[in-house]
């Protein structure tokens, strides 16, 4: 049974740094391309970043471009993002999701969840 | 950049069909593969449909997916709506040409 779970969620400061992991269990996890997805409370989901199978390749969304990272450790089955410079509309739930094989940027399995608050 | 456009919330009756859309700002819609996902309060997204009109196993076939490449836009129709249907449902696509993964707003569906 495939299962993603995140962790490592919280309150910050703004301005403060939090990173996010993403345990993946029940598949090949070298074989999978990776992604963050966030949603803000009340709000829809939002991508965040990508990262391919050999963590060669990287993509990030506007909004975070420049201040966070994503990584991967394909020996521990653990996917990662490190946030900095956090901001109160970084507020959410963040979601790591698997990129099916089949269709580019298809999100076939999700997590459950971590939330992020970034608040003074 | 690429954009998805969702109707911010969509009302019917059990038994019904509605069919919520989600229009292409630009470029082909039909250009990448369109998901649809459902997410019910408090949970996280699943597939309801992939590949423009694929269902997941397990996914009733009251779910079925489209694309209108004249209006530049896909839709998901419900057929036979349940109560337990009522959720939020999101588009989502992928934009080639910045590698990004993109959403629609959300649509909002309530059965009563």
């Known amino acids: 049974e495939v299962q993603l779970v995140e962790s490592g969620g919280g309150l910050v400061q703004p301005g403060g740094s939090l990173r996010l992991s993403c345990a993946a269990s029940?598949?090949?996890?070298?074989?999978?391309?990776m992604n963050w997805v966030r949603q803000a409370p009340g709000k829809g989901l939002e991508w965040v970043s990508y990262?391919?199978?050999?963590?060669?390749?990287?993509y990030y969304a506007d909004s975070v471009k420049g201040r966070f990272t994503i990584s991967r450790d394909n020996a521990k089955n653990s996917l990662y993002l490190q946030m900095n410079s956090l901001r109160a509309e970084d507020t959410a739930v963040y979601y790591c999701?698997?990129?099916?094989?089949?269709?580019?940027?298809?999100?076939?399995?999700w997590g459950q969840g971590t939330l992020v608050t970034v608040s003074s | 950049n690429f954009m998805l456009t969702q109707p911010h919330s969509v009302s019917e009756s059990p038994g019904k069909t509605v069919t919520i859309s989600c229009t292409g700002s630009?470029?082909?819609?039909?250009?990448?593969?369109v998901q649809w996902y459902q997410q019910r309060p408090g949970s996280a997204p699943t597939t309801v449909i992939y590949?423009?009109?694929?269902?997941p196993s397990g996914v009733p076939d009251r779910f079925s997916g489209s694309i209108d490449s004249s209006s530049n836009s896909a839709s998901l129709t419900i057929s036979g709506l349940k109560t337990e249907d009522e959720a939020d449902y999101y588009c989502?696509?992928?934009?080639?040409?910045?590698?990004?993964?993109?959403f629609g707003g959300g649509t909002k569906l309530t059965v009563l």
């Open positions: 999701a698997r990129t099916s094989l089949i269709v580019v940027y298809y999100f076939d399995y």
């Open positions: 989502q696509s992928y934009d080639s040409s910045n590698h990004r993964g993109v």
């Open positions: 029940g598949f090949t996890f070298s074989s999978y391309e």
């Open positions: 630009s470029g082909s819609i039909a250009s990448n593969y």
């Open positions: 990262i391919s199978s050999s963590g060669s390749t990287i």
């Open positions: 590949e423009d009109n694929q269902r």
